[in-house]
């Protein structure tokens, strides 16, 4: 078989892979259960296993790069990841170890995914970006002409924790008020619908016949014009705008990437950010471009892998 | 005479000028006044005047690098530089042409100060920073990995327009409401103590001696345990230690360089600014560095003889 690089996205409770040509195609892609118990010890195992299985023997292998869902520093290091069971481990290191020095690079998963963006994406024209991607929570990851921005202790990118509403009640997980996080997540865009439901009970909504609200219902109920449902995605994709402009300010990239399920919301959603950024980035009479993410739950396959070829090929 | 490097800093009044070794030691510095007469369209031949009189010849002259206060795109274009009269134009282009296609490169201000305290000031030791300079505004530069983030349009590093006073009633110059430059700037601080002055009539403080009240008054106070003069910069150097905060979740540099006439009242500052940023930073166990720049008002020639350095060499 002709060799390959590896693209590795380890998530909570699946691990992707993806093998791509020497030219960067992606060849096939599938996904193993990630297996937490015993401190994670058999994560790494477990993909080796999947990786030689795959391409016969490691001499078919360039080399891997692997996402992991927390904080990585540049040289792999791991300080501690809660979802994985990890703590004091460096993957990259170890997944080489197994696969007979195959050479083998980690990074943020959320960074990864910015990076997959970036190389075949929908940031492909950008020379820099940021990549922000709305789910559960909010992540994001930077990529300045073609590097990853990973930061002193693996924190580059961790756009979740900008601090955007003052006037947030609920403490975040991180210990402030009013961070990214809880106003563009999913979570937080059901949070200010039942807010505003709350607060103006006189006022019809088509949310209030619905047991429990997700954050589709609420863009859904605003894209066919119901009034309390825009005044809480506007809000939220408001606050986005608010930290993007801030991001202009710090880095100015030449494109933001929206991804994750609550970009599903799609035109919709990048209209509404896009006026509040344009609003509020009062700097620069040049405005980034504002854009889908293309490659949804491969992102951090594509990104991982061009990391490793990246790092080889420099 | 051996072959130097430029570096140049044009400033609204004065125009300072460095001659480096090719090993980067400064040999010469001196000033000239900055004409900004006919659209500053004799500033560039004076600089070459000034160059070609110290070097006797263009052949002595490795490159040029200059920074210029305002936006500069990575092309070396200035849009607009209010200050010295530019718009629309390429001030590295125009030296080069005028030096008979000396390598010259253009950089912000800011920017270029920053890079001047990563190579040769407070900065040496990090692999990345973000300087901030606490002059009448707030300037600001980020260096990763050697090389300056000039962003798309040139605002890499604007952080004093990052918001981080959300009960700030003043507009900023730039049209938000909070920015770090409106509380962290020599003016802020000024302005932060007077409104503590009016809000706590009943106390006293030796402020209210003062007919006018300077930044370096109100630390000089809060040094000496003056308690109102305590509050305003314990208020404003919090709202500085927020914006690093952020920071650190958005690009987590290894450092932070503060300069400006602000710095000037020293450890005090830094151990106010330290205390709020780790109380906020709270992502990570591994905080920032924080320290003084130390190339006070030449931290700009340097960095600008460094562009210049690293982009023939590179």
Sequence with gaps: MDKVFFGIDIGGTATKLGAFSAEGKLLDKWEIPTDTGEHGSRIMPNIAAEIVRYADTTENVIAAGVGVPGPVRRDGYVRRCVNLGWGGFNPARDLSAQLEGVPTFAGNDANMAAMGE??????????????????????????????????????????GHVVVNPDEPMPCNCGQYGCLDQTASATGVVRHARRVLARRTDEPSALRALDAITARDVFDAAKAGDALAYEAVDTCMGFLGKSMAMLTNIIDPDMYIIGGGVSKAGEFLIDLVRRHYEQLATLSEQRAKIALATLGNDAGIYGAAKLAMDAVRR
């Design 118 to 159: 970036y190389w075949q994406g929908g940031g492909q024209d950008a020379r820099s970006l940021v990549f922000i991607t709305l789910g559960t929570g909010v992540g994001g990851g930077i990529v300045l002409d073609g590097r990853v921005v990973y930061g002193s202790a693996g924190l580059g990118g961790e756009i």
